[in-house]
């Protein structure tokens, strides 16, 4: 019956994702930012065009929001929950295979 404002220890840009991704697999990962419009409708073609107004706004809101937004205070979730904190960087070195196996279409 709690509830707990979850997050992660870093503050990330989509450059900043970039970058992880890069150290930790050893090759570089590029990032292009496109507008909340231009993902709203790539977003609407795979989801259905009513859901497109939805994801615009979603996003409009992440843009305008301060970069640690999602920089939260976890010590009242970490005392009561088994979680140890990973940087991004850390996850995708410990999840590694699963980037480094080809997919097939």
Do not use: C
Not at 53 to 67: F, K, N, Q
Request: charged share 15%; glycine share 10%; aromatic share 6%.
């Amino acid at each position: 019956g709690q509830s707990f404002d979850l997050g992660g220890p870093e503050a990330l840009t989509g450059a900043g994702v970039a970058q992880s991704f890069s150290s930790a697999l050893g090759r570089t990962i590029g990032y292009v930012a496109i507008s909340p419009e231009e993902f709203g409708a790539i977003m609407g073609r795979l989801m259905g065009l009513e859901a497109e107004a939805d994801v615009i706004a979603s996003y409009r809101m992440i843009e305008a929001a301060p970069l640690d937004t999602m920089v939260v205070d976890l010590k009242p979730a970490l005392e009561k929950l088994p979680i140890v904190q990973t940087t991004l960087e850390q996850w995708v070195r410990q999840h590694a295979q699963a980037f480094n196996t080809p997919m097939s279409v």
